[in-house]
């Protein structure tokens, strides 16, 4: 009898330590959920980023047959410096810091639901942590 109860005992104990953990998955996998999304947006506000620098070098390049002279070279001269290769290319340079970011917090997150899972999780760990850093020297 005394065998029984501390066999349910422990049962039990299991059953809470479960799901504690099925608790932290939980957890985890609506961070990651959170990070995809904010990530997904970052990745669409830099592709518009990208678009918008590319129809202000067309802008800087056209010419004009009602405006010429000196004020359309200084015009163009500071579009394609001040705006194009400077404002833009560093607000373009910080969007990338920013995905780097959110790319190494989003492979931290799933490496932690990966340490959950054995030997076969860190594999995926290891596999996470090298498609995190390719696409962080490519983003």
């Known amino acids: ?7 349910e ?6 059953q809470s330590q479960l799901q504690a953990y099925n608790n932290q998955m939980t957890v985890l996998n609506n961070k990651i959920t959170r990070v995809e ?6 990745v669409e506000h830099k592709s518009e980023l990208i678009a918008l620098q590319n129809k202000l070098k ?3 390049k056209e010419n004009y047959d009602y405006w010429i002279g000196d004020r359309l070279d200084h015009y163009q001269d500071l579009l394609r410096a001040d705006l194009v290769n400077d404002s833009l290319s560093d607000y373009i340079k ?4 920013n995905l780097d970011e959110l790319n190494n917090e989003l492979m931290r997150l799933q490496n932690e639901v990966y340490s959950t899972e054995g030997l076969i999780g860190s594999i995926k760990s290891a596999l996470n942590w090298l498609s995190t850093k390719i696409e962080n ?3």
């Open 1 to 7: 009898m005394h065998e029984r109860i501390q066999l």
């Open 9 to 14: 005992q422990e049962y039990s104990a299991k």
């Open 37 to 42: 999304k904010l990530k997904a947006e970052f």
């Open 58 to 60: 067309t802008i800087a």
């Open 94 to 97: 910080k969007i990338d810091q």
């Open 137 to 139: 020297l490519v983003n």
